[in-house]
C-alpha cells in the first residue's frame, strides 16, 4: 500500500503526530510552568506542531532520496511518485 520510503517516513510522522496530539500525552503538558516567560502548555504544543512540520517538508523534499528501490526505477526510465513532469 505505501510504498517508498517516502510514502513510509510520511506515514510514520502522521501516526507520530497523532500520538503526541492525543488527549493522554496533552494533559503532560498541563501544567503550571513557564518556558522563556510563556506557558507550557501552548508553547510545547507549537514547538511540536513546528517539529512535525518541518519533518514533514523534509521529507517532501527528500523524497525517496535513499530508497534502493526507487533509485533502481528512476535508473530505469520509469517514473517515480515524486517525479512531477507530464508527458503530453
Do not use: N, Y
Request: proline share 6%; net charge negative.
Amino acid at each position: 500500500m505505501f510504498e517508498g520510503l517516502g510514502a513510509q517516513r510520511s506515514l510514520a510522522l502522521f501516526v507520530a503526530g497523532w500520538l503526541l496530539f492525543s488527549f493522554p500525552l496533552l494533559t503532560l503538558w498541563d501544567v503550571d510552568a513557564t518556558v522563556f516567560g510563556l506557558p507550557l502548555f501552548p508553547a510545547g504544543l507549537f514547538s511540536v506542531w513546528a517539529l512535525l512540520i518541518g519533518a514533514l517538508a523534509w521529507v517532501a523534499e527528500r523524497g525517496g532520496a535513499d530508497d534502493p528501490e526507487d533509485a533502481q526505477r528512476r535508473a530505469e526510465g520509469a517514473p517515480s511518485i515524486w517525479d512531477h513532469s507530464t508527458s503530453g
